[in-house]
């Protein structure tokens, strides 16, 4: 099924439908995040390729955008059942790839599949409206607009190294069923399980060069993409840093962004404690925290603190740490950057006198789960994102300091309160300034088709299928002016 897609562990690009290798032979050696043995080699592209790949997605994108929706939509429903077939070997890509514990990464596959399903139903039902001159005052009926909507042109989809599949399927498949084009820059780690997911696409019957992928480092053709001429919309999923870098080099060009996040777990005195620990470890620590909807702070009750932390401590104690081949929850951090920017976090904290529970323990890029108790405002750990398995419990005196403590970072996506009192819930919930707030349930993008967003530095833009496909496409308004 993928033989085309790689010369033995040199993987190719997907240009015209056809897999290519660089003209110029660059290519970047990927690693294991494990052991850091060669897993393969991608394409470093270079920008005259780079050029041919959006003159290529620019003329192909005319005839697809003109191809009735229900066609567009077969071919999503053809892509979601190869992906089925081929749960298990892409899956083991990714473990190899990016270091996902196996349940994760099938989890993550099977949930593509639905998301490309799901998209491709919605995307038929995507429809215009009418609307009468005589709505408005000082006009008649004689006014009519026809209001269709339209693909924007060409998308460039970035995703990042966390879900290379699924966070490049949210992309492509919207893009796709509204008639655009889509040039997919994945990860460098991550691109191989990423180019997997284009074959699939391809196989599936998407028109020559209407899915094509360019990768590269994203610091070497990075900037170079983004402000192209023939990118008419960019979607970009990673780091807060490279999101506003990319928004101040695109100048107009419009783009949807989501980004890193900060998000609280607010616990207050009458919440169901054991709910709340089981949500707030399975939250922070799954895929070892690099997850942007990962719970990242705690702010609890100093009335039911003690209570919460015995909780939280025993059921970190518990979690199983190893090779993504195996049953585990922590795995090792996709490189030894983000382990030892962890380990910077951990250590200012414990300079600063939080109370280490648990970990504290490093091997290569592997990070033990750590949990700290009495974290304070002056560590950096109470406002940076670790992108990895470390959590801070912040003790607190009454909801008025939780929702200044949440609203003071700088991010805004997700946050969660633990209550059984729902006026308190939705008082908390009004005054977070989040994209979401969850009740009783730990921070998360899913189920696909809710809106989610993150506000301040977590992004503009709203994902989630029905907004993504809104998204990038756009209103057209053909005005009727009726002569009789
Ligand atoms: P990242 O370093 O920002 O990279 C994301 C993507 O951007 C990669 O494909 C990267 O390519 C590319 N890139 C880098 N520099 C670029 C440039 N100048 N122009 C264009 N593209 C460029 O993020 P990451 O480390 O992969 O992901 C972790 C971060 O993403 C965390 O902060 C996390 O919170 C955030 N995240 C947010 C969400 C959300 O929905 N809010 C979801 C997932 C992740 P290379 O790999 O080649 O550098
Ligand atoms: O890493 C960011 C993802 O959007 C999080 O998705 O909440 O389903 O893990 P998730």
Redesign the pocket.
């Known amino acids: 099924m993928f033989e085309n897609i790689s010369n033995g562990k040199n993987y190719k690009s997907l240009f015209n439908g056809e897999w290519i290798e660089s003209k110029n032979k660059n290519t970047i050696e990927l690693k294991s995040p494990v052991d850091e043995s060669i897993i393969g080699s991608i394409q470093a592209l270079s920008k005259e390729e780079v050029d041919e790949v959006l003159e290529i997605s620019r003329e192909a994108q005319i005839k697809w955008g003109e191809t009735p929706i229900s066609e567009r939509a077969e071919i999503l429903y053809k892509a979601a059942d190869i992906l089925e077939e081929n749960v298990e070997e892409i899956a083991k890509i990714m473990q190899l790839e990016i270091a996902k514990d196996s349940k994760s990464a099938i989890s993550e596959v099977k949930r593509t599949v639905d998301f490309i399903r799901f998209t491709a139903s919605e995307g038929k039902h995507i429809e215009g409206e009418t609307i009468g001159g005589d709505n408005f005052p000082g006009f008649n009926k004689s006014k009519l607009s026809f209001v269709t909507r339209v693909p924007l042109g060409v998308v460039l989809s970035?995703?990042?190294?966390?879900?290379p599949v699924n966070?490049s399927a949210s992309k492509i498949a919207p893009a796709l069923v509204a008639g655009n084009s889509v040039v997919l820059?994945?990860?460098?780690?991550?691109?191989i399980s990423a180019l997997y997911l284009a074959e699939v696409f391809n196989k599936a019957g998407i028109p020559k060069g209407v899915l094509n992928t360019v990768t590269?480092?994203?610091?070497e053709i990075?900037?170079y993409?983004?402000t192209h001429k023939n990118v008419n919309f960019i979607n970009?999923?990673?780091?807060?840093?490279?999101?506003k870098?990319?928004a101040k080099?695109a100048n107009m060009i419009p783009m949807m962004m989501?980004?890193?996040?900060k998000d609280a777990a607010i616990v207050l005195e009458d919440a169901d404690l054991e709910l709340a620990a089981k949500n707030i470890v399975s939250g922070a620590y799954s895929y070892s925290g690099?997850?942007?909807?990962a719970v990242k702070r705690v702010l609890v009750l100093d009335t039911v603190a003690d209570k919460l932390v015995s909780l939280l401590e025993e059921k970190v104690k518990k979690l199983k740490v190893g090779n993504p081949k195996d049953e585990v929850d922590i795995t090792p951090l996709?490189d030894s950057k983000?382990a030892d920017f962890v380990q910077g976090l951990i250590d200012d904290a414990i300079d600063k006198g939080a109370k280490l529970l648990v970990g504290n323990k490093r091997e290569g890029n592997l990070i033990y789960p750590t949990l700290f108790d009495n974290v304070t405002t002056d560590m950096r750990l109470a406002w940076e994102?670790p992108?990895g398995p470390v959590l801070p419990i912040i003790r607190i005196k009454n909801i008025e300091e939780a929702i200044d403590i949440a609203n003071k970072s700088e991010y805004g996506?997700q946050s969660s309160v633990f209550t059984q009192n729902i006026d308190d819930a939705f008082y908390i919930a009004k005054k977070l300034e989040v994209g979401t707030v969850q009740i009783n349930n730990k921070t998360e993008?899913g189920p696909d088709h809710f809106p989610?967003l993150?506000v301040k530095s977590?992004?503009m833009g709203t994902?989630g299928i029905r907004y993504s496909i809104e998204a990038m496409s756009r209103p057209k308004a053909i005005v009727l002016n009726l002569l009789k």
């Not at 820059?185 to 691109?191: E, I, L, M, S, V």
């Not at 590269?216 to 610091?219: E, H, I, K, M």
């Not at 989501?258 to 996040?261: A, F, V």
């Open positions: 970035i995703s990042p190294f966390n879900y966070l820059k994945p990860p460098t780690q991550g691109a590269g480092r994203g610091s990075g900037d993409l983004v970009f999923t990673g780091s807060t840093e490279v999101g870098h990319i080099e989501e980004l890193g996040g690099q997850r942007c909807t996709i983000a994102e992108f996506l993008r989610f993150g977590s992004g994902q």
